[in-house]
């Protein structure tokens, strides 16, 4: 088994995990889509639970619900959700999180409890991914889980040990057999000089040029 993501360990004098892997933890987290066939431990699995109870949301409303899916089936049912290729990671997921709201749950409120989990999951040397229902075929995967009409699923998060260590650099993994070539998302990041703005809009940092020429404040 091979795991990317390096777990939380080092530690100052205290015995207290240093800054500085938490902050690469944040920086490092990538989606991973492609997993070993070894399971999940319970206690792992409860431990990203209680992250996720743990998120906060507006006005503390918690407005979700978690299925917590380990059933390969189900898994396998969820993947292929009308042929969706984005959720194909479900498939071979050890496990996913199925996230559903009871009340008015915002994007900001999915993104930050899809985030954390994600997060915890790295911090324990597991790889994830979001898998997002689109709006038109989420009522086939509310189906598969038996959820009531009236939650809107939307949001589901694949866990699983990462199969190599590549398998954070291919953002999107559209082919099943995965001997075939890749169609793969670009996995960089725009560079900071393109999205960054000092105090006003369109002043930049001096010595960073957006566009290859030097760009000046004021
Ligand atoms: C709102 C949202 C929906 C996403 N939906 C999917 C999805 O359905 N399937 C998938 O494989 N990845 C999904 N992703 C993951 C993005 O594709 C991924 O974060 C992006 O390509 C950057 O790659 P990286 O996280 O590996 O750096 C989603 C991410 C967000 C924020």
């Known amino acids: 088994m091979v795991s990317r993501i390096t777990p939380v360990r080092r530690l100052d004098h205290l015995g207290v995990p240093m ?24 206690h792992l ?21 978690v299925i917590l899916v380990r059933t390969r089936k ?5 993947g292929a959700v009308a042929g969706a290729k984005g959720l194909r990671h479900l498939a071979g997921a050890a496990a996913a999180f199925v996230l559903v709201p009871c009340g008015p749950l915002t994007e900001f409120d999915a993104g930050r409890w899809t ?18 229902f689109p709006e038109n075929q989420a009522s086939a995967a509310m189906a598969v889980l038996g959820v009531p009409s009236d939650r809107p699923v939307r949001t589901a998060i694949s866990v699983g040990y990462p199969a190599d260590d590549s398998a954070h650099l291919v953002s999107v993994e559209r082919d099943v ?18 999205i960054l703005h000092v105090e006003r809009y369109g002043q930049r940092m001096p010595d960073q040029p957006t566009d290859g020429r030097p760009t000046h404040h004021g």
């Open 19 to 42: 800054v500085n892997d938490h902050v690469r933890l944040l920086r490092e987290l990538r989606a991973v889509r492609r997993f070993t066939s070894d399971p999940v431990p319970q």
């Open 45 to 65: 699995l409860d431990d990203l639970l209680e992250v996720a109870r743990w998120t906060g949301s507006r006005g503390n409303r918690q407005p979700w619900e």
């Open 74 to 78: 189900t898994l396998e049912t969820l």
């Open 115 to 132: 985030e954390r989990v994600m997060l915890a999951a790295a911090a324990h040397g597991l790889g994830s991914s979001v898998a997002w």
């Open 177 to 194: 057999d995965h001997r075939l070539p890749l169609a793969a998302m670009e996995i960089g990041r725009k560079p900071l000089a393109e």
